[in-house]
């Protein structure tokens, strides 16, 4: 089953599972999973995974979007109940709202990697940056300046907004902060 | 979940379908901008902000479809409903106008909705709490962004001026249905799930207010305000909408990608 919404966490709120064998070789799988729309980064390292837990034999996945409208959604919720198959689990993808994703869940590895792909990761601290017309500095994820400028509130995808670096003048996607 | 809310479901359901329709009707209006933006970056930010608004109808369209315990899911609540069955605010359904038209409306229809939300975060109802506290962080952005365009035309030449003038103008009867109250809102308060929008109006001008400061706007008071979305009453610009949204689910009943 695909994208049934569940308000829930985990009941017990953690995000990896308890050690089990079969709960480690499940979670790895689904953890390896690449985000479609910013394949350099896989979807544990963005936060997207909440975790795996296994119900009897049924290994269940549970995702949260980044927006409540991504339509990158279906695609990783596919991608992760292919995963689980493959790697011998009877998948069960779930879909999880609440507690609402926030950029801070992006793990480190997942900010390098990002940078390393051109993304500038999300600045951190997320509800600093609410004040209306507040600006936020960026770096440039190629050259590493402060004198960015922001293009457009909204980039490519939801989750991205359209920066210029003023040094290296390259337009560049920032990840972001919310 | 609350299971023990002293609202009954059919009231639950109302609300629940009020807020869908504005979302998704608005999201429509939204997305008809894609290809037709006057520039690449607002190409990019109106269909992202549409997909902000369908993503929390369809939050909503599945709660109210559960709600109303008849099988209805939420497809069927979005696409198969007939015009007078749509519960939204007349001001989503107005047809985009201009640039400045619909980046007012954009900022008027989140100027409301951030209050909403931040209130319904602390709902008794833990589910619409989950969806709130997702849109909460969404349309924070959307006041930002359709602020920054309020101010930029607002206070920019001559001609964005007048455009936004007019848009002022054009709006102002469309402003004081948000706040209306009614048995729906007032049972729905006084369980605890979302406040009487009656409530919301000094948090709404609070961000309006400076808004038009900075963007050398005077607020138009109305003396006849439109209403009616709430009971189904709409005008004219729903049907067009709706043929256009329904077509697909109409022509091939059932119909899924």
Same mark, same amino acid.
């Given at each position: 089953m695909i994208g049934e919404t569940v308000v829930t966490a985990f009941p017990s709120g953690r995000l990896f599972p308890a050690g089990g064998e079969k709960e480690e070789r499940a979670y790895s799988a689904a953890a390896a999973v690449v985000d479609p $729309? *910013?394949?350099?980064?896989? *979807?544990? +390292? =963005?936060?997207? =995974?909440?975790?795996? +837990?296994?119900?009897?034999?049924?290994?269940?996945a549970r995702v949260t979007p980044t927006y409540t409208g991504c339509p990158a959604v279906l695609a990783i919720e596919l991608a992760v109940e292919t995963a689980l198959r493959e790697a011998g689990f009877e998948p069960r993808v779930e879909r999880v709202i609440s507690p609402a994703w926030t950029t801070d869940w992006i793990t480190e590895e997942g900010r390098e990697k990002l940078r390393a792909y051109g993304i500038a990761?999300?600045?951190?601290?997320?509800?600093?940056?609410?004040? =209306? %017309?507040? $600006?936020t500095e960026v770096a440039c994820p190629r050259c590493g300046s402060l004198e960015t400028a922001r *293009?457009? $509130? %909204?980039?490519?995808?939801?989750c991205k907004a359209l920066y210029r670096c003023q040094s290296c003048h390259e337009p560049f996607d920032y990840f972001k902060c919310i | 979940m609350a299971a023990a809310s002293p609202v009954s479901g059919e009231m639950l359901t109302a609300f629940l379908l009020r807020l869908a329709d504005d979302h998704l009707i608005l999201g429509h209006r939204l997305s008809e901008w894609c290809g037709h933006a006057p520039m690449l970056e607002e190409?990019?930010?109106?269909?992202?902000?549409?997909?902000?608004?369908?993503?929390?109808?369809?939050?909503?369209?599945?709660?109210a479809g559960e709600a109303e315990g008849k099988g209805r899911d939420e497809d069927q609540l979005a696409y198969v409903r007939r015009e007078r069955e749509y519960v939204n605010c007349l001001m989503a359904e107005r047809q985009n106008g201009d640039f400045a038209h619909t980046m007012l409306r954009q900022f008027y229809f989140a100027a409301f909705m951030q209050?909403?939300?931040? #209130?319904?975060?602390?709902?008794?109802?833990?589910?619409?709490? &989950?969806?709130?506290?997702?849109?909460?962080?969404?349309?924070?952005?959307?006041?930002?962004?359709?602020?920054e365009w309020v101010v930029r035309l607002g206070d920019g030449t001559e001609e964005s001026t007048r455009r936004m003038k007019a848009a002022v103008e054009a709006l102002a009867p469309y402003v004081d249905e948000l706040f209306e109250s009614d048995e729906v809102s007032r049972a729905v308060a006084e369980a605890g799930i979302a406040p009487d929008p009656s409530t919301l109006r000094p948090a709404f001008d609070a961000i309006v207010g400076p808004?038009? #400061?900075?963007? &050398?706007?005077?607020?138009?008071e109305t003396p006849y305000g439109q209403t009616g979305g709430r009971q189904g009453r709409h005008g004219e610009a729903l049907g067009f909408l709706l043929a256009e949204?329904?077509?697909?689910q109409r022509t091939y009943p059932g119909m899924t990608w």
């Open positions: $729309e *910013i394949p350099a980064v896989t *979807i544990a +390292e =963005l936060g997207i =995974l909440r975790g795996v +837990e296994m119900d009897g034999d049924v290994a269940v990761p999300p600045v951190k601290a997320s509800n600093s940056i609410r004040a =209306l %017309f507040g $600006e *293009i457009s $509130e %909204f980039g490519s995808t939801a | 190409d990019l930010a109106m269909p992202n902000m549409a997909l902000d608004l369908i993503g929390q109808a369809r939050s909503l369209y599945q709660y209050p909403l939300w931040q #209130a319904i975060m602390s709902s008794t109802d833990a589910r619409l709490a &989950g969806i709130a506290a997702k849109a909460e962080k969404e349309v924070a952005y959307h006041i930002r962004h359709a602020g808004v038009f #400061a900075e963007a &050398g706007l005077d607020w138009v949204l329904q077509y697909m």
